[in-house]
């Protein structure tokens, strides 16, 4: 079982940057693919981005790619989100999430292929 928790959400102007990072507990991070997610107020759970065990596998939804990058250090058990140029419309709680299941690119995105979730952190971008 794992444990997640999220951090470094909060409030900044358009065009600001922050950094998300999910804290896992337990000796088996690293045999679990990492993604992140994120809600709207009213809106569905949406897939961000995702890293496989070896981090040179990752994937973005388009809306982020080249803003955002996702991290993971297996040593330290934990996985970040680098998220540059952030725009009102990147407003949302955020959750990462870990998945015991095989690399598949379709797969990733989905929310119900992931095991475990953190409880959120809030990103607020203001315009």
């Known amino acids: 079982q794992v444990q997640l928790v999220e951090s470094g959400g909060g409030l900044v102007q358009a065009g600001g940057s922050l950094r998300l990072s999910c804290a896992a507990s337990?000796?088996?991070?690293?045999?679990?693919?990492m993604g992140w997610f994120r809600q709207a107020p009213g809106k569905e759970r949406d897939f961000v981005a995702a890293i496989n065990r070896n981090p040179s596998s990752t994937y973005y939804v388009d809306s982020v790619k080249g803003r955002f990058t996702i991290s993971r250090d297996n040593a330290k058990n934990t996985v970040s989100l680098q998220m540059n140029s952030l725009q009102p419309e990147d407003t949302a709680v955020y959750y990462c999430?870990?998945?015991?299941?095989?690399?598949?690119?379709?797969?990733?995105?989905?929310?119900?292929?992931?095991?475990?979730w953190g409880q959120g952190t809030q990103v607020t971008v203001s315009s």
């Open positions: 999430a870990a998945d015991s299941g095989p690399w598949r690119v379709v797969r990733t995105t989905l929310v119900n292929a992931y095991q475990y």
């Open positions: 337990g000796r088996t991070f690293s045999s679990y693919l």
